[in-house]
Structures are given as C-alpha cells and as structure tokens.
C-alpha cells in the first residue's frame, strides 16, 4: 500500500510547507510554532514576509514609544512589534500599539486581542505605503480601534503624524477635527494626553 499523501490544511504548518496554505489558509495555531529566518504577519490565512526596515524607521518608532509610555495613564499599556488578534487568519503587528491592560494574562499572552487597542501608531517605509495607508487603516477601523496615527516624512522631509479618529456609523477613520496632521509637536488628549516634540524624534 502506497503512502497517504496529506494537506497541509490537515495539521500544523512546518517549515517546509508554510508557503503552501490550504485552500481556507492557515490559522494562527496552525502557524504560531514555526521557526522561520525572518518576521512575518498572517494576513488572511497566508505567512506574509515583514520587510527590513531602515534606521530612521526604528529611530522614530522606538522614541514614540518611550514617549508614549512616559505618558501613558492607567489601564493602558505601550509596545512595539507586538502581535495583535485581529481574528485566527489575521495577526499583526503594527510598529506601535496603546492597549487596555485589564484582563489579560501576560504570563500566557502571545497576541494582544484587537478588541483591546485604544491605538495603533505605523511608521511608514517604501515599502509599507499601501500596507499602513490603505489595508491597515481599514482593518483596524473594521475591528473598531478608537485611533490610528500614521507617520511619515512630508515631502519637504519633515516629520507628519496623521492623526485618524474612528467613526462608527461608517466603520471607517476621519482625520482628527482639530488637528489632523501634526508637525513640530504633537499634542492630543486621545488615547490620554500625550505631548511629543516631533523635531527632536524625527532627526
């Protein structure tokens, strides 16, 4: 008798057959145990290979983080390049994320659940524009994150923090009424009173 031959859909992906998803695509606990050389995200169903970044990206995402734990208030908690639970086919991680804390257990925690973002910051790189412009917002809007803060260099080469506010009768972001794009300094009371001097982070 013939070897039984198998799906990957059947079991656990390994790491020779992680770039082969079943036709449903691979969930989280099909996936979370693999040792891959490099980062990567699950996006529906399907391991998607993280990019290298550039100094400047790490730069500006690890100074906002640190300014943003400085002046983060209770039950909220910052860090970078944690997996999120968007649902079993969709783990991401954004460069930072602001979170309610109760509740989770962070002994056993591997993926912050969505549901318990109050923000999401993304810095962005050549090769992320579409990612954190266009298919980030709109997940995390469907997911109904209250805030979503996209950072980039204007064209003059200095530091923007476009600052989005959910909408929940669209499902969507709007920019931020009184200050949708800020320059020179951030200040905002949402997610809790934050105040950052963008020149000293940027260069």
Same mark, same amino acid.
């Given at each position: ?8 859909g ?9 770039m082969? @998803? @079943? ?12 040792e891959?050389?490099?980062?990567w995200?699950?996006v529906?169903?399907?391991?998607? $290979? ?24 209770? @039950?909220?908690?910052? $860090? ?14 954004p460069?930072?994320?602001? %979170? ?5 257990? %962070? ?6 659940p $969505?549901?318990?973002l /109050? ?6 790189? +050549? ?12 997940? %995390? /809007? /469907?997911?109904?994150v ?15 923090v ?14 931020? +009424? ?12 949402? @997610? ?10 940027? %260069?």
């Amino acid at each position: 008798m013939g070897a039984v031959m198998t799906t990957p859909g059947q079991g656990r992906a390994t790491e020779d057959t992680w770039m082969f @998803p @079943p036709a449903d695509g691979w969930t989280f606990d099909q996936v979370k145990h693999l040792e891959l050389p490099f980062d990567w995200e699950l996006v529906d169903g399907r391991i998607v $290979v993280r990019g290298q970044t550039k100094y400047w990206h790490n730069r500006v995402r690890d100074r906002l983080l640190i300014a943003l734990e400085a002046t983060r208030a209770e @039950p909220y908690e910052v $860090v970078a390049e944690q997996c999120v639970m968007v649902d079993d086919q969709n783990t991401n991680k954004p460069d930072v994320i602001v %979170f309610d804390s109760r509740k989770l257990n %962070f002994l056993e925690l591997e993926c912050i659940p $969505v549901e318990k973002l /109050a923000l999401v910051v993304e810095v962005v790189s +050549p090769g992320s524009r579409q990612d954190d412009r266009v298919r980030k917002p709109a997940l %995390f /809007a /469907a997911s109904k994150v209250p805030f979503y803060w996209r950072v980039e260099l204007d064209r003059d080469g200095q530091l923007a923090v476009h600052e989005y506010w959910f909408n929940a009768d669209t499902r969507s972001y709007f920019p931020a +009424p009184m200050h949708p794009v800020h320059r020179d300094k951030l200040i905002t009371e949402v @997610p809790f009173p934050v105040e950052i001097d963008l020149a000293v982070i940027g %260069f």
